[in-house]
Every structure is written in structure tokens, then in C-alpha cells.
T-cell receptor, first 117, second 117 residues
Framework: EAGVAQSPRYKIIEKRQSVAFWCNPI?????LYWYQQILGQGPKLLIQ????????DSQLPKDRFSAERLKGVDSTLKIQPAKLEDSAVYLC???????????????FGPGTRLTVL | AQKVTQAQTEISVVEKEDVTLDCVYE???????LFWYKQPPSGELVFLIR??????QNEISGRYSWNFQKSTSSFNFTITASQVVDSAVYFC??????????????FGTGTLLAVQP
């Protein structure tokens, strides 16, 4: 079974530029997550999709970050304009449909390392 | 508020030593899940274990063991006879059922384990 795919693996941009990251979840997984991991910290959830609807985006800086999940499969996370503090690894994860009673394991992709100069 | 604390920032041991990674959590809910993930230098988060709040039995898997104590809100992880391949950052995480079912993970700041040959 193929894992979560992300691209690019690395990206270097200058501040005020825009950037986009792509994620392809495991086939059949209804739930997709984007996490931000700043160096020396644990991952922090930015946004969660269930199929193509947003379940939680409470920690997404909506003035500069946006995300979409087309047709409930692939997802794109965009930053526009980027700031120095956006330098981090952006991790995508997917799971079977999230439920209140049971828990479905999240599988993580390799991440995209963003450096903002 | 939900919070996960990993007080040990870095631990260095010599191969074959036993090592324990500490994790303390805070939550208001009575139903929750606890996790440990491994993040090797490649960056991908690797799932190690999940425990639910109703199951306080300790678990052993090969050289790994976990001690869950609700009375002290701790979920510690022990590696017996450590090996160089165990070198990685280890994250403890907490998840709660939430309203419309987010299952989001709240991570600690991680413990960097270095196993010297």
C-alpha cells in the first residue's frame, strides 16, 4: 500500500513570496491533516479535512495560509505572502474517517521543509 | 486545556543501556488517547503505540515498553538495550474525541535520543 505522498520535499523562498505544497493521501482515507512543525517543536495541526469539507482550521493563520482538498482526495496548502517565521516542516497525514467513538491511526508523509529567507 | 509535556529535551546513552522517555499530559476529558511517535532524521513520523484512557495495562513490544499511569497523568516509554538505530526524536501525543470528530493530535515538544556506539 502506497503511503502519503508530499511534494516538494524542500523549498527555499524569499519573504513575501508565495509557495504551495501538495499532498496525496493514502487511497480511501477520508480524513486529511496538515501540520506545521517548527524546528525544536512538535507538530501543530493547521487544518483538518473530512472528505472535502473543513473540520478544524482554528490554528490556520487565515490571513496568509489557505488550503483546499479537491474532490476529497489531493490537497494543497498555500502560503501567501510568506514570512520568516513560516520556516518549518509541513507534514501531511491521512486516516480513515475520523470518529468520535473509535480512533483511526494517522499516517504521515515525509513532509516539505520550507525555508523562508 | 490539553497539553503534553516532555521535560527531557535531549538524552544521550551508550548502546545497550536502558532509557526511559517521560511524558506528562493534561486533559479535561475522561475519554482520550495517548500516542508515541518516532521521528528519525529522514523526518517521517512513525507510529509506535496508541493507548486509550480506559486501558491502564502496561504494554511490551520487543525492546519497547510503555507505562501508563492515570493517577499521575503520565505515559512513559522505555527502550531496553538501546541500539544506534533507536536514535531519533520521540514525540508523545494526546488526542480527544471532539464535537464533530476531529481526532486531532496534540504533540509534546519531543525528546531527542542519541544512542552512542
Amino acid at each position: 500500500e502506497a503511503g502519503v505522498a508530499q511534494s516538494p520535499r524542500y523549498k527555499i523562498i524569499e519573504k513575501r513570496q508565495s509557495v504551495a505544497f501538495w499532498c496525496n493521501p493514502i487511497s480511501g482515507h477520508a480524513t486529511l491533516y496538515w501540520y506545521q512543525q517548527i524546528l525544536g517543536q512538535g507538530p501543530k495541526l493547521l487544518i483538518q479535512f473530512q472528505n472535502n469539507g473543513v473540520v478544524d482550521d482554528s490554528q490556520l493563520p487565515k490571513d496568509r495560509f489557505s488550503a483546499e482538498r479537491l474532490k476529497g482526495v489531493d490537497s494543497t496548502l498555500k502560503i501567501q505572502p510568506a514570512k520568516l517565521e513560516d520556516s518549518a516542516v509541513y507534514l501531511c497525514a491521512s486516516s480513515q474517517e475520523a470518529g468520535e467513538i473509535s480512533y483511526n491511526e494517522q499516517f504521515f508523509g515525509p513532509g516539505t521543509r520550507l525555508t523562508v529567507l | 486545556a490539553q497539553k503534553v509535556t516532555q521535560a527531557q529535551t535531549e538524552i544521550s546513552v551508550v548502546e545497550k543501556e536502558d532509557v526511559t522517555l517521560d511524558c506528562v499530559y493534561e486533559t479535561r476529558d475522561t475519554t482520550y488517547y495517548l500516542f508515541w511517535y518516532k521521528q528519525p532524521p529522514s523526518g517521517e513520523l512513525v507510529f509506535l503505540i496508541r493507548r486509550n484512557s480506559f486501558d491502564e495495562q502496561n504494554e511490551i513490544s520487543g525492546r519497547y515498553s510503555w507505562n501508563f499511569q492515570k493517577s499521575t497523568s503520565s505515559f512513559n516509554f522505555t527502550i531496553t538495550a538501546s541500539q544506534v538505530v533507536d536514535s531519533a526524536v520521540y514525540f508523545c501525543a494526546l488526542s480527544e474525541p471532539y464535537g464533530g470528530a476531529t481526532n486531532k493530535l496534540i504533540f509534546g515538544t519531543g525528546t531527542l535520543l542519541a544512542v552512542q556506539p
